[in-house]
């Protein structure tokens, strides 16, 4: 079957398509990477996003974004499919988060967790007429999980080796890693987000710099890490939580942010957003000395995807951090699926199993009571006689 997988991370820079061949069931199941392609959000686009995400929205306009996300994400599989001359039986969207609380809290007398992802799914289904799997986290939040991590179903099926652990490692606006041990069943799977990823170095960058990002992290290269900034920040609750946990713009989005140049104060922009990338590095390896194993692992390999790939100084520092785990890092290109690709490669998976009503939320990964098929279905219609 050929399946596209649209991802849209917390980063909001745009649309990740994956067209797979995936063929096979289980532990056998087959997937061949056909065409990985992005678009980035108009800038306007990615205003409104962001502006929604820090709840400054209507109703109107919500619904209206929700309808205007579909057309988008069906333009960008519709240039994939184009670029690859191939044609997709099923399309698995994840949409763009505006709200994620994965676990619950009191609401009006009730315990609530609520996440929501928006991009209709009808508006794709129409335009593409093909059958397309959305809104996939609301199953497992429904059934006692966090409705987050997804993608360590993809991990496990890929990376499980009978002789040697595994440790997955994603950074998109936040970073969340999957350990999957030697020889391990899906019960044995550890997945939690460790932190923040590129958040708040996107978000720095675009109030110091002007810029959407830290282009291959050449700002923080030439900045001084702020040893007192780095030490509050990693003080923060979230770090000290044990998993399973999941992290958002709730927790690092722009009041974190606000907060972190507050208390940075004077110190040059430079050094700022080398303080912002040493946190990310140094949280990702404090999460897997506190949460995975401590000490040296000769037999632990370290695959790494997502955007943060490209930031060179993140790169660099979280090699430095993983240096005493006897941790190095390789991409995960080197198992068949580009860096850039991979969370977009996991909803075309997702959708797969849903399409034919098998489960994939990994209840070790979410914490939820039963594993269940997960995602909503939208049809194509059919012209009239
Ligand atoms: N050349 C680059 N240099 C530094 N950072 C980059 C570069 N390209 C992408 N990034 C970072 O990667 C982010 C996008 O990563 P992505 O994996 O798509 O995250 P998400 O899943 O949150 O959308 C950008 O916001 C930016 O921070
Ligand atoms: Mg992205």
């Not at 044990?242 to 690092?252: I, S």
Request: charged fraction near 20%; charge should be positive; hydrophobic fraction near 45%.
């Amino acid at each position: 079957m050929i399946v596209a997988g649209v991802m849209s991370g917390t980063s909001v820079d745009g649309i990740d398509v994956a067209i797979i061949d995936i063929r096979g069931s289980g532990t056998r199941t087959r997937i061949q990477l056909v065409r990985h392609q992005h678009a980035s959000f108009p800038a306007a686009v990615r205003r409104r996003v962001l502006d929604v995400m820090n709840a400054t929205a209507s109703v109107a306009g919500l619904a209206q974004l929700n309808f205007l996300l579909g057309e988008l994400y069906a333009d960008a599989v519709i240039k994939a499919q184009r670029a690859s001359g191939i044609c997709v039986d099923l399309i698995g969207c994840h949409g763009q988060t505006i709200y994620h609380q994965g676990s619950p809290g009191r609401f009006l007398g009730r315990s609530i967790a609520a996440t929501w992802q928006i991009g209709e799914g009808a508006v794709i289904a129409a335009r593409l007429i093909k059958p397309v799997v959305s809104d996939f986290r609301v199953a497992d939040i429904a059934n006692g999980g966090q409705g987050a991590p997804l993608v360590p179903f993809l991990d496990y099926r890929l990376f499980r080796n009978a002789t040697r652990g595994r440790i997955v490692q994603n950074i998109g606006g936040i970073a969340n890693l999957t350990w999957v041990p030697p020889g391990a069943g899906e019960d044995d799977v550890l997945a939690f987000d460790t932190g923040p990823g590129n958040m708040i170095i996107d978000s720095l960058a675009t109030r110091l710099l002007n810029r959407p990002f830290d282009r291959n992290g050449s700002a923080a290269a030439k900045g001084q890490v702020d040893a007192g900034l780095l030490r509050w920040a990693l003080s923060m609750d979230f770090f000290k939580k044990p998993p399973p946990k999941t992290a958002g713009r709730e927790e690092f989005g722009r009041e974190f942010a606000n907060e972190f140049l507050r208390r940075a104060g004077r110190a040059r922009p430079h050094d700022i957003l080398a303080t912002a990338t040493a946190l990310t590095a140094h949280s990702i390896a404090a999460a897997i000395a506190r949460f995975v194993f401590s000490g040296r692992h000769p037999d632990v390999d370290y695959f790494i995807s997502g955007g943060g790939t490209q930031n060179k100084t993140l790169m660099n520092l979280l090699a430095l951090e993983l240096l005493p785990l006897g941790l190095a890092i390789r991409f995960t290109d080197e198992a068949g699926i580009p860096a850039q690709a991979k969370e977009a490669v996991a909803f075309a998976v997702l959708a797969y199993e849903t399409w034919h009503g098998r489960p994939s939320n990994l209840r070790a990964a979410t914490g939820a009571l039963r594993s269940v098929p997960l995602g909503k279905v939208s049809y194509p219609g059919r012209k009239g006689p």
